[in-house]
């Protein structure tokens, strides 16, 4: 006898998905210390799901320990493990996290299917991490234990997915001060998940990302990295013009001001070097396709980069725009993929680790870091040295400098 077919679970349309926070606060009735939220998870105006946070704040809020634990669940369970009877932070919550005073507790998630998928409650988490947070908190999830019911399973799994660290057998913590760029590739995934479907199998629910590598740079993906990379180019020479040899303060703006933070007193020779990498690049893709785009310095690397980051910009951001600069180019399921471009057009991110002020120093080819790992080029002045012979641009190739 042959076993019916397993029913395949529908995909869902993620085009209108969102959320709604809510905060109710009596001026009466000051609730100093601990603030609950109500997030509503919807599909255009219909709730499709929801979830509870309590953002916790020890300064100024009496016992906070008696508030959280009158507050009940997950609030209950971290105020015996995170705070001593009196309310202030435990040794070990202190030691886990740069900022214990203040903390985002995230828990009671129920969601409807088909929306009930790992991938979309992670968004959901990190977008309200984003939200109810800076860079002085501690976000509190549940742990994973296979005895939970699905909500606290999803909930659970998501704080693992954003890269919580274990506190006991109950908590996992995330510290915003740390650099978290799950938060943005969680979300990145959503996207992309709502402009390819047809990526994704009914059974599971899992993921289908085109085979070859080659597919990645499809003649759409190839003009909006183009003009990308054209736009990049156009603004920063007008920023050599504008900045001369001046120095940038840091979190300046414009293309020189996206930079890591080594880069912001080079000077306008500097600069302009930097400029002729988004030429360089832009040429490329418009007459080499593929091996014109491959980076060939740290500088390439950089500017490939900020050129996906516009390319996504665009593709997010200006459908007037894109849908005029593809017009009449084959369409493909590999359009846009922004995240395979990061994954095939690249040897290696480790430019990207200038931006970790932990890390500060590890472009001194002496330091420990640079020797251990074995990366090349990171010093502001070797970023336009070619990684081999093979990869140099041709010195006539007639770019302003």
């Known amino acids: 006898m042959t076993a019916p077919a397993a029913t395949a679970r529908p995909v869902p349309d993620l085009t209108n998905l969102?959320?709604?926070?809510?905060?109710?606060?009596?001026?009466?009735?000051?609730?100093?210390?601990?603030?609950?939220?109500?997030?509503?998870?919807?599909?255009?105006?219909?709730?499709?799901?929801?979830?509870?946070?309590?953002?916790?704040?020890?300064y100024g809020a009496g016992n906070l320990a008696e508030r959280m634990s009158d507050h009940g669940g997950?609030?209950?369970?971290?105020?015996?493990?995170?705070?001593?009877?009196?309310?202030?932070?435990?040794?070990?919550?202190?030691?886990?996290?740069?900022?214990?005073?203040?903390?985002?507790?995230?828990?009671?998630?129920?969601?409807?299917?088909?929306?009930?998928?790992?991938?979309?409650?992670?968004?959901?988490?990190?977008?309200?991490?984003?939200?109810?947070?800076?860079?002085?908190?501690?976000?509190?999830?549940?742990?994973?234990?296979?005895?939970?019911?699905?909500?606290?399973r999803l909930l659970a799994q998501a704080g693992v997915e954003l890269a919580a660290e274990p506190f006991d057998d109950d908590l996992q913590l995330i510290d915003t001060c740390l650099a978290d760029p799950e938060h943005a590739t969680a979300r990145a995934r959503l996207a992309s998940r709502i402009q390819h479907p047809h990526w994704h199998r009914d059974e599971e629910d899992e993921e289908v990302w085109p085979d070859e590598e080659e597919d990645v740079l499809t003649p759409r993906?190839?003009?909006?990295?183009?003009?990308?990379?054209?736009?990049?180019?156009?603004?920063?020479?007008?920023?050599?013009?504008?900045?001369?040899?001046?120095?940038?303060?840091?979190?300046?703006?414009?293309?020189?001001?996206?930079?890591?933070?080594i880069t912001l007193r080079r000077n306008g020779q500097w600069r302009r070097?930097?400029?002729?990498?988004?030429?360089?690049?832009?040429?490329?893709?418009?007459?080499?396709?593929?091996?014109?785009?491959?980076?060939?310095?740290?500088?390439?690397?950089?500017?490939?980069?900020?050129?996906?980051?516009?390319?996504?910009?665009?593709?997010?951001?200006?459908?007037?725009?894109?849908?005029?600069?593809?017009d009449g180019l084959p369409s493909s399921g590999a359009d846009y993929d922004w995240d395979g471009c990061l994954t095939h057009l690249f040897e290696d991110h480790d430019v990207l680790m200038l931006f970790d002020a932990q890390l500060d120093g590890m472009e001194d080819p002496d330091s420990e870091v640079h020797q251990t790992m074995g990366m090349v080029n990171l010093a502001a002045d070797e970023w336009f040295e070619p990684f081999s012979p093979d990869h140099a641009r041709d010195p006539d190739r007639g770019f302003r400098l």
């Open 18 to 58: 969102g959320i709604e926070l809510r905060h109710r606060h009596r001026l009466a009735g000051p609730e100093q210390g601990l603030q609950e939220w109500h997030i509503r998870i919807l599909d255009a105006e219909r709730e499709v799901g929801s979830l509870h946070a309590a953002r916790c704040h020890h």
């Open 74 to 152: 997950l609030c209950a369970l971290a105020a015996v493990s995170l705070l001593t009877p009196d309310g202030e932070p435990t040794p070990d919550l202190e030691e886990a996290v740069e900022y214990p005073g203040n903390f985002l507790l995230l828990d009671q998630i129920d969601i409807q299917a088909p929306f009930d998928d790992q991938a979309i409650v992670t968004a959901v988490i990190a977008e309200v991490i984003d939200r109810l947070t800076d860079h002085h908190y501690a976000v509190v999830l549940p742990c994973v234990k296979p005895d939970a019911d699905t909500g606290t």
């Open 221 to 261: 993906t190839t003009a909006v990295l183009r003009q990308a990379a054209e736009e990049l180019s156009t603004l920063a020479w007008q920023e050599v013009t504008a900045l001369g040899d001046e120095p940038l303060p840091r979190r300046a703006g414009g293309v020189f001001g996206q930079l890591p933070p």
């Open 273 to 326: 070097q930097m400029a002729r990498t988004f030429d360089d690049l832009a040429t490329g893709l418009r007459d080499e396709g593929r091996a014109g785009v491959e980076p060939r310095c740290t500088a390439e690397e950089m500017a490939l980069h900020l050129i996906i980051g516009q390319a996504r910009s665009i593709t997010t951001n200006r459908p007037n725009a894109l849908a005029q600069l593809v």
